[in-house]
């Protein structure tokens, strides 16, 4: 009885180290996988997440700075009508010989110059295209030579010479405002373009991060799925290996019991 009782403990003894390694190992590489798995899931994750809001937002700083031109485009053009306005102003009350009202007009003119000259510095950094520079560039170089034809109308306008202030606004102040009329015209045509271009990236990166964000939704129900069933697994093998430890310990008190009766 001893001999066969310490014959089934050898055997179990044997048995059990080697098979717990080799569990063990098992379980130490089904945990490293799952939580692996979590931690490439949420880098992935964050990644998606950036991307989307990089996307949004560089959307959102297009069509903010695009409005922005937009409304000084808005504002040039009212201003340079109103200097226009400003000039026939002048005209009129130094042919009805009213200085008072004249100078009024004339004053009134050079503020909207100076104005003008701050908008089209203003909007120039905020253009993208080299066009666009090209036609605030031409702006720029005809006002001056509006606000000399304007100086030198004021000036005849003083001495008497209407006739001759009305003269060099039909021929050249005219020719200078209406240059920048169309220069400033085919500037508002390309921020429609690009108002049309930032609505439709607009679109798409928002396509995208709806995608993104399903896609982001698979993978995490995937890898909960994959971690789920790992765990799972190894609950079973500690329930075996729980399992064959009680065995083990049973037959181990038993051939103790039949070694001390024996």
Not at 82 to 107: C, H, T, V
Not at 142 to 166: F, H, I, N, S, Y
């Amino acid at each position: 009885c001893r001999a066969q009782g310490f014959a089934i403990s050898s055997d179990k003894a044997e048995e059990g180290p080697g098979t717990l390694v080799k569990k063990q190992v098992a379980i130490g590489t089904k945990l490293l996988i799952g939580i692996g798995a979590l931690l490439m899931m949420l880098i992935v994750l964050s990644a998606g997440t950036m991307y989307s809001i990089g996307s949004i937002e560089t959307a959102l700083n297009t069509s903010a700075a695009t409005g922005t031109k937009m409304e000084i485009s808005a504002e040039i053009t009212s201003q340079l009508h109103m200097l226009r306005a400003n000039a026939r102003g002048m005209m009129m009350y130094a042919a009805i010989k009213d200085p008072s009202r004249m100078n009024a007009e004339a004053d009134m003119l050079n503020q909207r110059a100076s104005a003008l000259t701050q908008l089209l510095a203003d909007i120039k950094p905020l253009l993208v295209s080299g066009r666009g520079r090209q036609l605030v560039d031409i702006m720029q170089e005809q006002l001056p030579r509006l606000m000399q034809v304007e100086k030198e109308m004021r000036e005849l306008c003083e001495a008497g010479k209407t006739d001759e202030a009305m003269a060099a606004m039909r021929d050249r102040a005219v020719a200078a405002s209406d240059a920048i009329l169309k220069a400033l015209a085919e500037l508002k045509v390309l921020q429609r373009g690009r108002v049309d271009q930032a609505s439709a990236d607009g679109a798409t990166r928002a396509s995208q991060a709806r995608w993104i964000t399903w896609a982001m939704a698979l993978l995490a129900l995937l890898t909960v799925a994959a971690v789920t069933r790992v765990i799972t697994g190894l609950i079973r093998q500690l329930r075996g290996s729980t399992a064959q430890l009680n065995d083990g310990i049973a037959q181990i008190a038993s051939a103790a019991s039949q070694v001390a009766t024996s």
